[in-house]
């Protein structure tokens, strides 16, 4: 792996670190592999606010779908 290479990816997991510290303050309850994922979809030129309300969703369809109740 070139030395370029190694710089770029340690960049890219030192911007992931951020991001998900400023999650945790947030309190997103996004783990790493899942905010990972937004940040690829949103690079990738998803609409960000669509898919925060699609993370909404499915918060709420796991929340009845689990005990009954929303959590």
């Known amino acids: ?9 340690s960049s890219a997991q030192r911007t992931l670190d951020i991001l998900f510290e400023m999650s945790q303050l947030l309190n997103t309850q996004l783990d790493k592999e899942t905010l990972a994922t937004c940040v690829g979809m949103i690079e990738g030129g998803a609409n960000a606010e669509a898919l925060a309300a699609v993370v909404q969703e499915l918060r709420r369809e796991s929340g009845t779908t689990e005990g009954g109740s929303m959590r």
Do not use: Q, V
């Open 1 to 9: 792996m070139s030395t370029r290479e190694s710089d770029r990816i």
